[in-house]
């Protein structure tokens, strides 16, 4: 039996939740929400996730103290994360890269390839 693939979602739109997992559950992805730092930590302990998704603008979430805990944990550091934002906020974008985001892309560009965009990340991290 394979492995269950986990990704951690940190997308509070329900209506935007629901265009990521139809997306990914067909090519065998299982989403876990997360809404906090302490959900990233226990829903990680669950099951080894293969990649974390972050809205960075999303006002359900607190994103950079989010990041800021994924990368300074050395066991999730190691779990890709791909991120979106508004194109117009060079700020956020900037921020996330300090933080050593492994991809962030407009939310346009998340939507047009939400699949492809997951696949990058986690296979890059498996070369």
Known sequence: MEQEKIVL?????????????AAYKPEGYALKRITSQEKVVEQSKAG????IVLN???????????????KHDVALSRI???AFANHEEVD???QAKEFGID???SRNEF????LALLKEVTEHRMT
Do not use: C, E, H
């Open 9 to 21: 979602v940190g997308v509070t739109d329900v209506f935007f939740y629901a265009k990521i997992r």
């Open 48 to 51: 080894a996730p293969v990649a």
């Open 56 to 70: 960075m603008n999303d006002p359900g979430l607190d994103a950079f103290t989010i990041l800021k805990g994924i």
């Open 80 to 82: 890709p994360v791909l």
């Open 92 to 94: 956020t974008w900037r």
């Open 103 to 105: 991809k962030i892309v």
């Open 111 to 114: 939507s047009a390839r939400t």
